[in-house]
């Protein structure tokens, strides 16, 4: 009883290490992410630091980060 409910788990776990096997004698052959994803990468993050630098500084966006030194209390009235 116990070797029939073992079977389909020894042959799956046989041909799941084939197939790992099978697939580690072929040659890895270099994808488009292999030959460029470092540089497209690379690219996108100066074109994205680049813009925000130029929106930072030359755009004239008053970005209000800081409340001190431009809110003044009002003075309290007495009813």
Known sequence: HFK???QPN???SRGTQWIAARQSHHKHVPDFHDK???IILLGGSLFCVSIWG???TQTGIEWNL???G???PKEWREK
């Open 4 to 6: 029939v409910a073992c």
């Open 70 to 72: 431009r809110v003044t």
């Open 10 to 12: 020894i042959i799956k």
């Open 36 to 38: 460029y994803g470092n």
């Open 66 to 68: 800081s409340p001190v």
């Open 54 to 56: 130029y929106v930072v």
